[in-house]
């Protein structure tokens, strides 16, 4: 078994994968202790070639493997085979198009390994993007869910312990198109006391790429009402599900709440839709705060959370709709 499987699912990343691989192997001091996996979702450009060609370029064999698949349509599948074929003892999700820090993976390894974390989180710097600041004001050796603000960071671009990661016995949901990680973070986020964050120093570039040729799974445009709310529904369901207390269970919804009235709802309802899409938005918003304990968590929710949640209690849609306009 080696330290860590750095798991890259790719598709269309020909432009992007060399500076990802890059940042890899020139991690020196643990470059011999990892594995890279990437897995190909059916690329239409010459990304694999690219890869083989960079495997046979720089002599790398035994710590570098490409798998290849029909594509799916998203990272899920590709995500599930990386669990699955994975040999280090931790996994750390990486995007064929973002790219790592010097020494990125040792200090989250070392981190880890001396605490034995189930989860480790590693400061994000964002390349034309906004990325989670707050949960990275210092290093945590030691949190979790309740303690800490990672519901922040809901995406698995982290590092997971394998053993870990495979004894929740939860799948990427290849029909879920967006946030498709939301449900793998928050089980692996519940079921553990033992969560590292790593932030004396930035570990991973998280790129988005100004009109990228590639035009990867979800295509542009604005994303299809019902396709939104697929995530957060599968997200409540991990939670109701979770072997956690009903304390534990009602400050989880509480903080899910708040990360969505914060931040994934607001833009929801900031996108360009009609009319009439916006309205399905709130019907079904409507059914998922009432399903999943928004009146219950609306009372200790603060500032204008609270008063969001309460439009939701009163279903009032036109108040609601003219608040987040402003948010």
Request: glycine fraction near 4%; proline fraction near 2%.
């Amino acid at each position: 078994m080696c330290k860590v499987t750095v798991g890259i699912p790719c598709y269309n990343e020909s432009k992007n994968i060399l500076k990802c691989l890059d940042s890899i192997t020139s991690q020196s001091d643990i470059f011999q202790g990892i594995e890279v996996l990437i897995v190909d979702d059916g690329s239409t450009d010459d990304t694999v070639k690219v890869i083989e060609n960079y495997k046979k370029q720089y002599n790398i064999n035994g710590n570098m493997r490409i798998l290849t698949q029909k594509n799916t349509g998203g990272p899920s599948t590709a995500r599930n085979r990386i669990i699955d074929e994975a040999e280090g003892e931790y996994i750390f999700f990486v995007d064929g198009d973002d790219y790592l820090a010097e020494n990125s993976i040792s200090n989250m390894y070392t981190l880890g390994k001396e605490n034995d974390s189930d989860v480790i989180i590693g400061k994000y710097e964002g390349v034309n993007r906004r990325v989670p600041v707050y949960v990275f004001k210092s290093t945590q050796i030691n949190t979790n869910f309740f303690d800490s603000l990672v519901k922040d960071t809901m995406s698995v671009l982290k590092m997971f312990k394998t053993e870990y990661l495979r004894s929740l016995n939860i799948r990427f949901r290849k029909d879920i198109r967006l946030a498709e990680d939301h449900p793998i973070a928050m089980s692996a986020y519940l079921h553990t006391k033992k969560i590292s964050i790593y932030a004396d120093s930035p570990c991973y570039y998280w790129v988005r790429h100004i009109n990228p040729e590639n035009k990867t799974h979800l295509t542009g445009g604005v994303i299809p009402v019902d396709e939104f709310y697929k995530y957060l529904f599968e997200t409540f369901e991990v939670i109701k599900n979770a072997r956690i207390t009903e304390k534990e269970r009602t400050e989880a919804y509480r903080i899910y709440w708040d990360r969505l009235l914060t931040l994934d709802i607001v833009n929801e309802f900031k996108r360009n839709r009609t009319e009439m899409e916006r309205n399905h938005s709130f019907a079904i918003l409507l059914r998922l705060f009432n399903k999943y304990e928004g009146s219950l968590i609306t009372p200790l929710l603060t500032g204008y959370k609270r008063y969001t949640a309460m439009l939701l209690c009163n279903k009032d849609y036109l108040l609601f709709t003219e608040y987040l306009k402003i948010k």
